[in-house]
T-cell receptor, first 109, second 114 residues
Framework: GQNIDQPTEMTATEGAIVQINCTYQ??????LFWYQQHAGEAPTFLSY??LDGLEEKGRFSSFLSRSKGYSYLLLKELQMKDSASYLC??????????WGAGTKLIIKP | DGGITQSPKYLFRKEGQNVTLSCEQN?????MYWYRQDPGQGLRLIYY???????QKGDIAEGYSVSREKKESFPLTVTSAQKNPTAFYLC?????????????FGPGTRLTVL
């Protein structure tokens, strides 16, 4: 079966750095996406990795290791508005997105 | 502004009634998707459509139906056969964000069946 694992919830302090991990086992791999979803709202696209390594975009970075079936999203200089759920999704061999359950990130002052 | 709209944001229905959720996009995207989101679970694919007049079942299509008569519209009907319809429903279309082929989501409809 296909499986994507993320921690259910994480807590961090405003101004700090947090790393959200995602491990996956899917039938094929055509890329990994990270989305941000505020409560009751639509997911919004954050990042995409298809090759191993780190992709940096402002305060957010995403890392991929295909051999380990592992990715992480790194958020720096945390702000209160970063409180949200972060969804990891893998594009499988049929080009369908397989979604993790999401990680709820709580930012404390 | 281009985007995806879903209406209404909140919907209440009595058990046994069919209900149709609307999804409209003006992004000129060919592919559209319907997902269901439940607490503690990932998004689950209900139906998707790659092109007008064609659609495919996703992982949890039972109790749902769709149509794709126009490129801009992809309505979802939740029928009385769906055993547990209360959920957050998200519509998406697929297009380019720069050079990345990704999905864009509507604001969602929260359906509560009483």
């Amino acid at each position: 079966g296909q499986n994507i694992d993320q921690p259910t919830e994480m807590t961090a302090t405003e101004g700090a750095i947090v790393q959200i991990n995602c491990t996956y086992q899917t039938s094929g791999f055509n890329g990994l996406f990270w989305y941000q979803q505020h409560a009751g709202e639509a997911p919004t696209f954050l990042s995409y990795n298809v090759l191993d390594g780190l992709e940096e975009k402002g305060r957010f970075s995403s890392f991929l290791s295909r051999s380990k079936g592992y990715s992480y999203l790194l958020l720096k200089e945390l702000q209160m508005k970063d409180s949200a759920s972060y969804l990891c999704a893998v594009l499988d061999s049929n080009y369908q997105l397989i979604w993790g359950a999401g990680t709820k990130l709580i930012i404390k002052p | 502004d281009g985007g995806i709209t879903q209406s209404p944001k909140y919907l209440f229905r009595k058990e046994g009634q069919n209900v149709t959720l609307s999804c409209e996009q003006n992004l000129n995207h060919d592919a559209m998707y319907w997902y269901r989101q439940d607490p503690g679970q990932g998004l689950r694919l209900i139906y998707y459509s790659q092109i007008v007049n064609d659609f495919q079942k996703g992982d949890i299509a039972e109790g749902y139906s769709v149509s794709r008569e126009k490129k801009e519209s992809f309505p979802l009907t939740v029928t009385s056969a769906q055993k547990n319809p209360t959920a957050f429903y998200l519509c998406a279309s697929r297009g380019l964000a720069g050079e990345i082929d990704t999905q864009y989501f509507g604001p969602g409809t929260r359906l509560t069946v009483l």
